[in-house]
């Protein structure tokens, strides 16, 4: 019934999408005032606190099993899904000291969301993966992008 | 500009991550490649607190932001798996979410008094228009029967 009627209104996919808009828009400006008095580091340990109910909520929900998983492979998705934290958690140093430096939120966010650019490269590098032209308008514009933002 | 340095190389290792997340999901499930990420996290800050020795006596409005944070992005990547997971196709709702920079914008300018210049304006708005144009994959060929 809730399905249904949330179809009427607002599709539940977009809902959830614009959660995300709120949640990680209102993570720049957090992260901009936890920035004027801490330092990239400290910055970091504290969003680990942040996160550490939703590691043991997730932690909960893959101990009840996952279906339709499948084992094999599980190592190496495992490796690539670690490093993928400790990266991100890099990113996120380096996206605390944009800030620490002086950097705007209004400015430090938008340069550091081009991040796409950087997977669209690796992956017609690496994954042999096709890029669409308005893909490759799309990076061209991150260029100027990051020129006039520095301007 | 010391400031753009670090911005650059967030934005380089972040996107590293865009290949890496996709590596590990192609193999486990997006609940499960999410946990590592998280138990990843911990790893690496208990790095930093035996390399960088922490400093307390901080403002309870920087903590308390800081902490918020953890909350705000963790929230929102299990926001963004839902709505994909929701029907929501994955062009369409990693372009919306792209969007979240000009929240960011719209709150720092409103709550936070910053200001921009012309032509920051006009990049924050090239850079938003950017990364949802590079979110959207090329759609593959139609095979006619």
Redesign the interface.
Known sequence: MGEASTSRRLPLWLGWSLVTILLWGTWGLVSKIASDGVDAYMNQLLFTVGIAPLLIFVSWKVSKGIPGENRKGRGRGVFWAFLTGILGGLGNMAYFQAMVKGGKASVVTPVTALFPMVTVLLALLFLKERLGRVQWIGLGLAFVAIYLLNA | ?????????????????????????????S???????????????AI??VV?P??WG??T???V????????????A???F???E???KASI?IS??????????????A??H?R??G??M???V??????????????PPKLDA
């Open positions: 500009m010391a400031w753009l340095g670090f911005a650059i190389l967030a934005l380089v290792l972040w996107g590293i991550t865009g290949v890496t997340q996709k590596l590990s999901t192609n193999r486990i499930s609940l499960r490649s999410f946990l590592w990420f998280c138990l990843a996290m911990v790893a690496l800050s930093v607190l960088t922490p400093h901080m403002a409005k920087v903590v932001c800081s902490v918020a944070g953890g909350i705000l992005n963790g929230l929102g299990w926001a963004s839902r709505a994909l929701s029907g929501g709702v919306l979410i792209s969007l979240f920079p000009l929240l960011t914008v719209v709150l720092a300018v709550l936070l910053e921009l210049t032509m920051q006009a990049g924050a090239v850079a938003i228009a950017a990364a949802i144009m590079l979110s959207l994959e090329p759609t």
